[in-house]
């Protein structure tokens, strides 16, 4: 009895760190696409570069980063964690130091060849792992 009652709990607890990981994942997923439309805003909208827009592009992308950096790997999974980590840091150090100044600069084919090009392939690299590291 005593070993049904542990097994019992046992899966009970594994099937609330799962869902636990699934709600940290679905969490990161809708601020990963927050900061992706704010910045798309930006660069779409020239009326729409001005500091308060500036600064929620900025911020969206720090909430991903503050997720991430209080998120574990979920087992088994560390290899697509730091994979995702290490995209998103790449994809937030050039929106930050190339494809914002580039919006602000009023370059808007420079600034769609960015965000279109390596920009594209790490945040649709990112939203795989997501889905991978929720499932």
């Not at 779409?44 to 827009?53: M, V, Y």
């Not at 969206?60 to 560390?78: F, H, I, N, R």
């Not at 980590?85 to 580039?102: M, N, Q, S, Y």
């Amino acid at each position: 009895m005593k070993k049904l009652l542990a097994v019992f709990v046992a899966i009970f607890l594994f099937g609330f760190v799962v869902q636990a990981n699934a709600g940290e994942f679905g969490d990161l997923r809708t601020k990963m696409s927050a900061a992706r439309e704010s910045l798309v805003t930006m660069m779409l909208h020239k009326e729409q570069r001005g500091a308060d827009q500036q600064k929620l592009v900025k911020d969206t992308a720090d909430a991903v980063s503050a997720q991430l950096a209080k998120m574990k790997a979920p087992a088994g999974k560390e290899a697509q964690f730091k994979e995702l980590v290490e995209t998103w840091a790449a994809f937030k150090k050039t929106r930050e130091t190339e494809l914002v100044p580039t919006i602000l600069k009023g370059n808007d084919e420079e600034a769609k060849k960015i965000g279109g090009g390596i920009q594209k392939e790490r945040i649709t690299k990112c939203q795989n792992l997501i889905n991978e590291l929720d499932n």
